[in-house]
């Protein structure tokens, strides 16, 4: 860990925090966090490091049967870029940076690249597995034990964001078990958690997500959305009337996006 020197609190530091303090936005705001979803293949890559967002996220798995982590999403299983390259990219931006991984295999290889970037990533690190079943969630999870274990030990320093499989309906939600089995895993870690929640889900889960964010300080909620998920502006605009609004972030698709940024006032 020593060896790595990471500035002190920059992979954990709340992007609402450090991109206040390096004055990117305006105010100490979840929504003013402009996302790119999955940077996937070197043009999405090229094109991220050009654009004014601030948190970068790509999906992460194994190519084929060897060892090198590459970026794609499921049912993808080859891409023209690597994690490493990726990572090499990055490095020459300000951006922050958001992992998400779609097999336990492709955790260790990856966190070992990370590991050897260190000191010129100084902005928020979240590192992000679906580790429970949730709400009609087909696929299996990662192991969430396996997952946690691998993260913290070789990234103590990172943000941690954990979620569940989800089918989408429409007026489902998180029910009870599911956050607090969620709650009873997080209680031995000692980084910031951010959980990942579907928009369409959230509207019928607010007491049991108020609860779980109710449970540590460090805890956020990051909502984000399948491409053909049916929910509306006015199911973004409630999650943010009952929530502290440092505590959301929202990695969402056009037009909902504009469109709930112009509701709020964030974009004109």
Known sequence: RGSRRVPAGAWSEWPVDHFLRSGLIGARDGAAVRWFHAANSRAR?????????????????LRGGDRDPILAHPPDTDSDITLQEWLA?????????????KSLAAVGPS??????????????VWLNGDILPGPRGSRAPLDARAFLGAVTSSCPEATLSLGWTTGC??????????????SQL??????????????????????QLHWLLQ????????????KEDMYSVEDLL??????????????IFEPQNSEFKKAIGLEW
């Not at 890559?45 to 798995?61: F, G, I, N, P, Y």
């Not at 309906?169 to 969620?182: F, L, N, S």
């Not at 997080?186 to 007491?207: D, E, G, K, M, Y």
């Not at 409630?238 to 929202?250: P, T």
Request: aromatic share 8%.
């Open 111 to 124: 966190l070992e690249l990370l590991g050897q970037v260190g000191q010129p990533l100084d902005r928020p």
């Open 215 to 226: 449970q540590c300080p460090r805890y956020s909620l990051t909502v984000w959305t399948g």
């Open 45 to 61: 890559a090229a094109e991220a490091a050009r654009s004014d967002v601030h948190m970068v996220e790509v999906d992460v798995l």
């Open 186 to 207: 997080c209680q031995p870690l000692s980084q910031p958690v951010t959980f990942a929640v579907r928009a369409a889900l959230v509207p019928s889960s607010i007491p």
């Open 169 to 182: 309906h429409r007026g489902q939600g998180y029910e009870w078990p599911m956050v607090q089995e969620m």
């Open 238 to 251: 409630l999650i943010r009337e009952n929530f502290d609004k440092s505590r959301v972030y929202y990695d």
């Open 89 to 101: 990219q990055m490095v020459s931006t300000n951006k922050g940076i958001k992992l998400d991984f």
